[in-house]
């Protein structure tokens, strides 16, 4: 099969249902970052960061507050802009640098923790799920430029 043809039969499955991926990726971002909110308490941070240094400390807080802000930027994004997302040629760049976001956090969950816990899969695949939802909009969008070149 042909790339555009191969191409082509992708499309008339995502075309459909491209809005919902965008929509359904808004949600996986929100509770992404409502999770994030949570890593104080959960990782027992108050105790566990004790054991850095004041820069160190701060920054790791900082870091996951900017990732909960990025994460619910994607959010509003995706749920109250996804016809915007999918219909512009801004918005199916913003699709594919969200994809490369979650495929980024997928990678850097194997090189950070592995994958031989149960924990660690999961995530890789909630991960996977976040580029899926992204990347293919964005794909179907991008395609006639990316064929061009």
């Known amino acids: 099969m042909e790339p ?18 965008v929509m359904a990726g808004g949600v996986l971002n929100a509770i992404t970052a409502v999770f994030h909110m ?17 820069v160190n400390r701060g920054m790791v807080q900082i870091l996951n507050l900017c990732v ?6 994607f959010a509003y994004l995706s749920l ?10 801004l918005g199916s760049r913003l699709l594919a640098l969200i994809a490369l976001f979650w495929l980024a956090r997928a990678v ?4 950070f923790f592995g994958l031989r816990r149960r924990s660690s899969r999961a995530s890789f695949v909630i991960f ?15 395609w006639p430029e990316l064929a061009s070149t």
């Open 38 to 54: 949570t890593f104080w308490r959960l990782f027992n941070w108050r105790q566990d960061l004790r054991s850095l240094t004041f």
């Open 128 to 142: 996977l799920l976040g580029a899926s939802l992204y990347g293919a909009p964005a794909l179907v969008a991008l």
């Open 108 to 111: 850097e969950q194997a090189v």
């Open 80 to 89: 109250a802009r996804a016809d915007d997302l999918i219909s512009s040629q």
């Open 68 to 73: 909960a802000f990025v994460l619910a930027i």
């Open 4 to 21: 555009s043809e191969w191409m082509q039969t992708v499309a008339a499955w995502i075309v459909p249902v491209k809005s919902d991926l």
